[in-house]
C-alpha cells in the first residue's frame, strides 16, 4: 500500500510499520464504501491493441483535503502494484509495472479532482482489477475499482468425425471455440441419443480455447440425422450455428425385392432387385443360384436380375451378395414355380357375362308372366268388352235343353226352365248400333246339326274405343257388379235364358253372366237384341 502520507527519510522503521498498518485497515474499510465518493466505471472491455481510459473521479472534496491520488493493479492472483502516483506537490510518478511506458494521466498535468489514467496497446495480460484511491484528510484513503476485461473474438469451427457401428459411445462430431477471451460457451441440438464432453485450454496470451465433442453409441440409423453446434460469446450478437450431418457406416443391409410367390410356368418378364443399404457405397453385387449356373432365362444387370420365362430351371434358390469395406452382406429368395392358372381376368369377364344373362332372362321371364297375367285378366274378367269376333247368342234351356225348348237343368217345369218360344238366331255383338233382323234378311238359317252359323263382321271404332279406354280398375269393378246382378238374377222369378245346343255347351256358358243386366224394377233384360 502507498502511506497516506509521505514520510520523510528521517522516520524510525516502527512508525513506518504503524502507518502501513494504518494505511491497510483503512484500505479494508473503504473497500466497502468506494462507491459513495469515488466515481468510477464498475467494468470496461477492450480488445488487444486498443488504448483503454480509466476514469476516477472524487464527487464530494467538501471538508476534505486530497494529498494524493494513486493507480494500482491487481492481477488474478491477487498481487497488487502501484502503476501511476500523483501528488499536488510534485509531477506525476509511473513506477516499474507491467504497463510501463503505456499508462499516462489524462489530463496531463492531471488533477486531483479526476485523475484518470489511459493505457495505450493493450494486451490480453492486461486484464485485472484497476484501483483508483485517494489519500484525504480527515477521513483517509478511499477507492473505486474498475475490472478491465480484455476481449478476443474466437476462431469457431466444427467438423463431423466419421465413426464406424460401435455398441461403445465414440465422438461423432467436434465443435471448437479458439483463442477466445473470455471462453466461449459451446452446446449441442440433435435427435441423436448421446452426451458431449467439453474442455478448455487457457493459453499464454490469456486467451481460451474450448473444445467439444458429441458422443454416441452409433448404429446404422443414426446415420445422416441432422446435428448442430451452437457457439455463444461476448464479442458475437448472436451465437454461431454450425449445422452437420452424422456420418455412420456400416456392413451392407441387403435384402431382395420382387417375388410375389406367384411365378407359374410361362410367365414372363418378372424382376428381382437387390436392395442393398451400406456406408460406404457397396463395392460390388454378385448374383448366384445355389442349384449351380444361373438359368438361360435369366439376365443379370447389375442389382436387377430378370427372368424372361418361368420354365422349370427357375425353380431355384437366387442369392444376393453385397460387398464394402466393412463386410460382405446376403439375402436369398428360394422361388416355387406353380402350374399355370386361369387368367383371373377372363374368369371374371364370364363370370360376369352368365350372372348378366341370367338376370336379362329372369327380366324377359317376368314381364310375359305379366303380360300373360293380364291379357289372361281381360279375356276371363271382362269378356263383353267390344270384341270383333262374332259371338253366337242361342237362347234356350240350361245345360242341356229338351225337344221342346225347356231346361233340363233345373226341372223341365221349375222356375229355372228354359224359354221354348221360338228358333234360335245368331247375333253380332259389336253392332250395338243395328238392330238384329230377321234370320231370313240378316242371316243364314242353322245347318241340319242345328249348329248356328257363324256370320264375321268388321269391328267398329266405337268397339275399339271402348275397348282401349277401360283399365284393370273399371274390369274389376264391373264384375263385381256382374255378381251381384247375378245373384238377383237368380230369384225366383221366371227368367230368360239362353238355350244350349249339344255342341255348343262351353261357348255358350261363357256369355251367361255378362250378357244379362238387371233393371231397378227388378226385371232382367238381355243387352243383345234377339227376337222371341
Known amino acids: 500500500m502507498i502511506p497516506a502520507f509521505p514520510s520523510s527519510a528521517s522516520s524510525s522503521s516502527e512508525g513506518n510499520d504503524n502507518c502501513s498498518c494504518v494505511c491497510f485497515f483503512s484500505s479494508l474499510f473503504y473497500s466497502g464504501t468506494s462507491g459513495q465518493r469515488v466515481k468510477v466505471k464498475p467494468e470496461v472491455a477492450s480488445y488487444p491493441g486498443q488504448t483503454v481510459n480509466l476514469q476516477c473521479a472524487f464527487s464530494d472534496t467538501e471538508g476534505i483535503q486530497i494529498s494524493l491520488v494513486t493507480w494500482i493493479y491487481e492481477s488474478k492472483d491477487g498481487e497488487r502494484t502501484n502503476i501511476a502516483v500523483f501528488h499536488q506537490k510534485f509531477d506525476p510518478s509511473y513506477p516499474n509495472s507491467p504497463v ?13 479532482a479526476s485523475p484518470s489514467i489511459q493505457i495505450s496497446n493493450v494486451k490480453m495480460s492486461d486484464e485485472g482489477k484497476y484501483i483508483c484511491e485517494y489519500a484525504t484528510y480527515p477521513d483517509g484513503n478511499e477507492q473505486g475499482i474498475i475490472q478491465l476485461i480484455m476481449l478476443a473474438k474466437p476462431k469457431n ?8 457401428v460401435s455398441s461403445t459411445p465414440v465422438s461423432v462430431a467436434r465443435c471448437e471455440s479458439a483463442e477466445g477471451r473470455p471462453a466461449a460457451k459451446i452446446s449441442w441440438v440433435t435427435t441423436a441419443n448421446g452426451n458431449e464432453t467439453t474442455t478448455t485450454k487457457p493459453a499464454a496470451d490469456n486467451t481460451v480455447t474450448v473444445a467439444s465433442e458429441y458422443r454416441l453409441a452409433p448404429t446404422p440409423a443414426d446415420n445422416g440425422k441432422d446435428i448442430s453446434c451452437l457457439v455463444q460469446h461476448r464479442t458475437q450478437d448472436k451465437p454461431e450455428s454450425f449445422k452437420m450431418k452424422l456420418v455412420i457406416q456400416y456392413a451392407p443391409v441387403v435384402k431382395i425385392l420382387g417375388y410375389d410367390n406367384n411365378w407359374y410356368m410361362g410367365r414372363t418378364n418378372l424382376v428381382l432387385t437387390c436392395q442393398a443399404d451400406a456406408n460406404p457405397i457397396p463395392l460390388s453385387v454378385n448374383w448366384r443360384s445355389m442349384s449351380g449356373e444361373i ?22 434358390t437366387f442369392v444376393c451378395e453385397v460387398k464394402n469395406r466393412l463386410g460382405i452382406r446376403r439375402d436369398q429368395v428360394t422361388v416355387m414355380v406353380r402350374e399355370p ?8 369377364v364370364v363370370a360376369g357375362a352368365v350372372i348378366g344373362s341370367l338376370l336379362a332372362l329372369l327380366l324377359v321371364a317376368a314381364l310375359i308372366a ?15 268388352n267390344g270384341g270383333s269376333d ?15 225348348g225347356t231346361g233340363g237343368g233345373a226341372g223341365s217345369g221349375g222356375v229355372g226352365g228354359g224359354n221354348n ?10 253392332s250395338s248400333h243395328q238392330g238384329l233382323g230377321e234370320k231370313n234378311n240378316h242371316h243364314q238359317p242353322l245347318t241340319m246339326g242345328g249348329r248356328p252359323e257363324v256370320v264375321a263382321t268388321t269391328p267398329t271404332a266405337q268397339d275399339i274405343l271402348l275397348s282401349n279406354e277401360l283399365d284393370d280398375a273399371e274390369r274389376r269393378k264391373f264384375d263385381e257388379m256382374e255378381e251381384e246382378r247375378y245373384d238377383h238374377f237368380s230369384g225366383g222369378a221366371p227368367i230368360l235364358q239362353l238355350r244350349q245346343p249339344h255342341d255348343q255347351g262351353d261357348m255358350i256358358g261363357d256369355y251367361l253372366d255378362d250378357d244379362m243386366e238387371s233393371q231397378r224394377d227388378g226385371s232382367v233384360i238381355s243387352r243383345t237384341a234377339v227376337y222371341v
Do not use: C, H, W
Open 100 to 112: 510501463k511506458g503505456r499508462v499516462s494521466f489524462m489530463p496531463n498535468p492531471p488533477n486531483l
Open 157 to 164: 469451427t466444427a467438423s463431423i468425425i466419421t465413426a464406424d
Open 295 to 316: 438359368p438361360d432365362t435369366v439376365q443379370i444387370n447389375g442389382n436387377e436380375l430378370k427372368v424372361l420365362k418361368v420354365d422349370e430351371a427357375i425353380n431355384t
Open 341 to 348: 392358372s386361369p387368367n383371373p381376368s377372363n374368369a371374371g
Open 370 to 384: 305379366v303380360l300373360v297375367t293380364r291379357s289372361r285378366r281381360q279375356q276371363q274378367g271382362y269378356r263383353a
Open 390 to 404: 262374332m259371338k253366337t247368342r242361342i237362347f234356350g234351356g240350361g245345360k242341356k235343353a229338351s225337344k221342346n
Open 421 to 430: 218360344n221360338g228358333p234360335i238366331y245368331v247375333s253380332n255383338e259389336s
